[in-house]
């Protein structure tokens, strides 16, 4: 499977999870956030583009240097989206952040998964 596929596949099955589990949230519990698919869409396309620069970084000598570089951008973002919509939706921050708090460590799952192919297809380069 190509690198390509992958990562549609670590995109796409952490998002199909996530609808899941918050239309659950929204129907069987008190969490009930009518804005989480803003989250699920901020993180696809955050997923995807990390994910491509992955893709085309694989196998550099500054691999390493990249992905800590991105994990802690990815989670800055992330709480700064969480921050953002605390002003804009005081009742409902709470329930929101938890759907965005469960959609990031998702998404950070499938990433590990497919960071961890890369490295297994494309080992770091050493002189």
Not at 26 to 48: A, D, E, K, R
Not at 78 to 104: C, Q, R, W
């Amino acid at each position: 499977m190509s690198l390509f596929l992958r990562n549609l596949l670590a995109v796409i099955l952490p998002a199909a999870m996530g609808t899941i589990l918050s239309l659950i949230l929204n129907n069987h519990s008190p969490l009930v956030s009518g804005t989480w698919f803003y989250s699920l869409l901020f993180l696809i396309l955050l997923s995807l583009i990390l994910n491509l620069v992955y893709a085309f970084h694989a196998g550099s000598k500054t691999f390493t240097e990249l992905l800590i570089a991105t994990i802690v951008i990815k989670f800055l973002l992330t709480l700064i989206a969480i921050v953002i919509y605390s002003f804009i939706d005081k009742p409902g921050f709470f329930n929101f952040s938890l759907h965005m708090v469960m959609h990031y460590i998702l998404f950070t799952i499938f990433e590990i998964r497919y960071l961890l192919y890369i490295l297994k297809t494309h080992p770091i380069k050493h002189n």
